[in-house]
């Protein structure tokens, strides 16, 4: 078995030098500092997909953050609306979402193992083992009068049946 620190040690010397050229690409648009309206946001994004798309780089949040000039977590905090206008939020969202969709594609298509895939999909997407469901509508309960409410044993006047509670065993 190969521990990791050995796995680094046995990188293929012509992906490392093909990726960190790609990435340096990415330092390039960096270097523009945080974009300054939403057009520079837009073409920022524009340009790093087109770069992972034409030097084939792996596509993900670090790297969009990269691009952008700003952390992942400033990424994150765009994406939540934090500082920025709702057309800002919305932009990254989406670019968030293609992110996400490369994703799942790469995982459904066999290019991801499935345990990476999950990874990145829990750490970069919210995903959760966990449902839970939240309704937007309120919840609202409604009491109903003593007189509204069954009289065990009594005979209900309507159909002259009597309301009887059923014998459990134990």
Known sequence: MTLPPQKLKNMDKTYVSESLNSIMSLSELSAKGKPKDIEELKQRITDFFTVCS????????????????????????????DGCSPEWTNVCQMAKQTIATFLEQAGASGALSPVLMIWLQKNWLNYSDVVTIQSQEPITKESLPAAALPNIGATDADSNTTLQIPDTED
């Open 54 to 81: 034409q030097r084939g780089l792996y596509c993900g949040i670090e790297s969009l953050a990269l691009s952008l000039g700003v952390s992942r977590v400033m990424f994150w905090r765009w994406c939540q609306g």
